[in-house]
C-alpha cells in the first residue's frame, strides 16, 4: 500500500525568502510523483512531475522538486517567493498496483507575508 | 476555452434530498475521476472512469452513483444526502495511464455541496 506524508500543514515565509515543502511517500513500486498548486476556491492544477530520469525537476511559477529514492522524499522549493504563491500545495504519488491510483497528501498551506 | 468544467459551482440542499453535479471535459482524454475534498482540505478518490466503464470504486456509499454517457463526460448523482456528504467535490480527467505517458490529471473548478 502506499502513502504519501507532507510533514508540514502550514509553512508561513515572508515575501521573497525561500521556500520548501516537504513530502515523503511509502510504496513497494516504482512510483510517479507530483505537485499540485490549489489557489483558493479554485481546482487543482500541475506545478511539476517526476515520472524518470534527472530526480532534479522544474516546473512552473519557479518552482522546482527534487526526487530521493533512498529517502522516498520529493520535496518542493522556490527560492525566492512572491504573495501570489500563497496557496494550499498538493504531493501527489501514482503507481500500477492493481489499476492506475494516485494518492494525495494532506496538503500544505502556504501563506506569504509582506 | 475551459478544459474541464463542472455545473454547479454551488449546491445548498437539505438532507434526504437527491442531487447530481455534472461534469463535462474537452480535453479528449479517455479518463476521468471523481473526488471528494473535505472541510480540511484532504483529497480522496471516490470513482475513476475509463472510456465510459467504472475502473476505480473506492469505499464510497452506494448513496453516490456515478454516470459516464460517453468518454467526455462524468456525473455524479447522489442519493438520500446527508450532513456528512457536506464537501467540494472536483471533477479530473487525464489520458489513458496505460496508453500515455503523461500521467497527470487535469482538475475542473469544484462544486461546493453543503447539506443542511
Known amino acids: 500500500a502506499q502513502s504519501v506524508t507532507q510533514l508540514d500543514s502550514q509553512v508561513p515565509v515572508f515575501e521573497e525568502a525561500p521556500v520548501e515543502l516537504r513530502c515523503n511517500y511509502s510504496?513497494?513500486?516504482?512510483?510517479?510523483l507530483f505537485w499540485y498548486v490549489q489557489y483558493p476556491n479554485q481546482g487543482l492544477q500541475l506545478l511539476l512531475k517526476?515520472?524518470?530520469?534527472s530526480t532534479l525537476v522544474k516546473g512552473i511559477n519557479g518552482f522546482e522538486a527534487e526526487f530521493n529514492k533512498s529517502q522516498t522524499s520529493f520535496h518542493l522549493r522556490k527560492p525566492s517567493v512572491h504573495i501570489s504563491d500563497t496557496a494550499e500545495y498538493f504531493c501527489a504519488v501514482s503507481e500500477w498496483g492493481g489499476g492506475f491510483k494516485t494518492i494525495f497528501g494532506a496538503g500544505t498551506r502556504l501563506f506569504v507575508k509582506a | 476555452d475551459t478544459a474541464v468544467s463542472q455545473t454547479p459551482k454551488y449546491l445548498v440542499t437539505q438532507m434526504g434530498n437527491d442531487k447530481s453535479i455534472k461534469c463535462e471535459q474537452n480535453l479528449g482524454h479517455d479518463t476521468m475521476y471523481w473526488y471528494k475534498q473535505d472541510s480540511k482540505k484532504f483529497l480522496k478518490i471516490m470513482f475513476s472512469?475509463?472510456?465510459?466503464?467504472?475502473?476505480i470504486n473506492e469505499t464510497v456509499p452506494n448513496r453516490f452513483s456515478p454516470k459516464s454517457p460517453d468518454k467526455a463526460h462524468l456525473n455524479l448523482h447522489i442519493n438520500s444526502l446527508e450532513l456528512g456528504d457536506s464537501a467540494v467535490y472536483f471533477c479530473?480527467?487525464?489520458?489513458?495511464?496505460?496508453?500515455?505517458?503523461?500521467?497527470?490529471?487535469?482538475f475542473g473548478p469544484g462544486t461546493r455541496l453543503t447539506v443542511t
Open positions: 479530473a480527467s487525464s489520458q489513458d495511464p496505460a496508453s500515455s505517458q503523461e500521467y497527470e490529471q487535469y
Open positions: 510504496s513497494s513500486v516504482s512510483v510517479y
Open positions: 472512469y475509463n472510456n465510459k466503464e467504472l475502473i
Open positions: 517526476y515520472l524518470s530520469g
